[in-house]
């Protein structure tokens, strides 16, 4: 029951998280082609994308530890598509994007860049959406190899 609840919210929030990334990269394509400077809204959209991923992180690692998609890495493991993807796969793809995510943000803030963090969010997004178990997993295999 505990297993189902998290599963849902972590689906749940990875849809808040996408789209409030979403909005964050355009809010920053925009502000850094429009030349504005960079302010405490600029800051505070940025920061509530990273925030969200972070706690899509801190879920995700709960559910990784409880999973019964992840009972160890062995080769039996890592023979099974699906097995693989979510213990090594998954985790590490999501993991890159945030540290990506959270760099560009640092990087950001301290140098008051739109730019910074449009190309690393936009990477980070990239890593994300190739991530994602429905995109790899759950029926459109034919973007398998495209990932």
Same mark, same amino acid.
């Given at each position: $029951?505990?297993?189902?609840?998290?599963?849902?919210?972590?689906?749940?929030?990875? $849809?808040?998280?996408?789209? &409030?990334?979403?909005? /964050?990269?355009?809010?920053?394509?925009?502000?850094?082609?429009?030349?504005?400077?960079?302010?405490?809204?600029?800051?505070?959209?940025?920061?509530?994308?990273?925030?969200?991923?972070?706690?899509?992180?801190?879920?995700?690692?709960?559910?990784?530890?409880?999973?019964?998609?992840?009972?160890?890495?062995?080769?039996? =493991? $890592?023979?099974?598509?699906? !097995?693989?993807?979510?213990?090594?796969?998954?985790?590490?793809? &999501?993991?890159? /994007?945030?540290?990506?995510?959270? =760099?560009?943000?640092?990087?950001?803030?301290?140098?008051?860049?739109? /730019?910074? &963090?449009?190309?690393?969010? /936009? !990477?980070?997004?990239?890593?994300?959406?190739?991530? &994602?178990?429905?995109?790899?997993?759950?029926?459109?295999?034919?973007?398998?190899?495209?990932?």
């Amino acid at each position: $029951m505990f297993y189902k609840i998290l599963v849902t919210a972590h689906s749940w929030i990875a $849809m808040l998280a996408l789209l &409030m990334c979403a909005f /964050a990269l355009f809010k920053s394509l925009t502000s850094w082609l429009g030349k504005q400077e960079f302010g405490k809204s600029h800051n505070g959209i940025y920061a509530s994308a990273v925030g969200f991923l972070h706690l899509q992180l801190l879920l995700g690692l709960i559910l990784y530890f409880i999973s019964p998609n992840v009972q160890s890495i062995s080769s039996e =493991v $890592m023979k099974n598509d699906t !097995l693989r993807f979510y213990a090594v796969e998954h985790i590490t793809g &999501m993991i890159l /994007a945030i540290i990506i995510a959270q =760099v560009a943000r640092i990087i950001s803030k301290k140098r008051k860049s739109h /730019a910074a &963090m449009f190309i690393g969010l /936009a !990477l980070a997004l990239l890593l994300i959406i190739g991530s &994602m178990p429905w995109i790899r997993v759950e029926g459109v295999q034919y973007l398998r190899g495209l990932i």
